[in-house]
């Protein structure tokens, strides 16, 4: 028994949602969903509500970058320590507060821009020939379900149609 992928073309945004809803109940896991514009409804029920997680590449970075740019400075007056008058602390944290600023906020753009990538998936190398349908990026939204067996195709293809998919089509599963 082979896997099988499910495609389905839809006309309509509520169309749409209701079948990746429907598909998330199910327990299915292995789907994608494409759309013309980017839309929150999908996104919402896809993720069920929770927010990107590319928001803890952000506060690592900007952690990292903070602790780094304060301890070049610091290390830096340490190993080549100047004069300074009247008992004041060799590492004071007023004139390090610039370069800490600074490389909080470079650390936490880089890291927020790697973590779009990795959370994104990108390059796309191995991109399912399935989501590559010029209509999915014109006017149509597009659900791909990927792992099915011969039952569960014909469940899904009466499921899909009843949410009111335009076009279904089956192909054999080249990925695992």
């Known amino acids: 028994m082979s896997a099988k992928t499910l495609t389905a073309v839809f006309g309509h945004l509520d169309c749409m949602v209701d079948a990746v809803d429907a598909v998330k109940r199910a327990g299915l896991v292995d789907f994608a969903a494409t759309s013309p514009l980017p839309r929150e409804d999908i996104e919402d029920?896809?993720?069920?509500g929770h927010p990107s997680p590319v928001r803890w590449f952000t506060m690592t970075g900007a952690i990292f970058g903070g602790t780094a740019g304060f301890s070049l400075c610091a290390f830096t007056h340490l190993n080549w320590p100047m004069i300074i008058p009247a008992g004041k602390p060799l590492v004071s944290i007023p004139p390090f507060l610039v370069i800490t600023f600074e490389a909080t906020i470079l650390f936490g753009c880089l890291f927020t821009l790697l973590g779009l990538v990795a959370m994104c998936r990108l390059p796309g190398f191995g991109l399912q020939?399935?989501?590559?349908?010029?209509?999915f990026s014109n006017d149509k939204f597009g659900l791909v379900v990927n792992g099915l067996?011969?039952?569960q195709v014909d469940t899904w293809k009466t499921t899909l149609a009843t949410l009111g998919a335009q076009e279904l089509v089956v192909t054999e599963a080249d990925h695992a």
């Open 149 to 151: 067996s011969d039952a």
């Open 129 to 135: 020939p399935e989501l590559t349908d010029r209509r």
């Open 45 to 48: 029920v896809i993720y069920e």
